[in-house]
């Protein structure tokens, strides 16, 4: 028992070490993985709404709202 608690905390102890070594990978994927929510959370949410024209998209991505 003794033996899988030192186990468990050298992996902890690993972890958090390469957690802290590599922050910017790690910024990176949890920004990907937050990035990735909000499409799918967009797409979701694009399903349940009315059809937009084609001119309609390039007026607001142009800033003419």
Not at 22 to 31: G, V
Not at 37 to 65: P, Q, Y
């Amino acid at each position: 028992m003794a033996d899988e608690n030192r186990l468990r905390q050298l992996l902890k102890e690993a972890i958090i070490e390469a957690v802290q070594e590599q922050k910017d990978i790690f910024y990176d994927l949890i920004a990907e993985i937050i990035e990735d929510i909000a499409m799918a959370n967009a797409i979701r949410e694009g399903e349940n709404t009315e059809k937009a024209t084609r001119e309609e998209v390039f007026s607001i991505l142009e800033g003419h709202s």
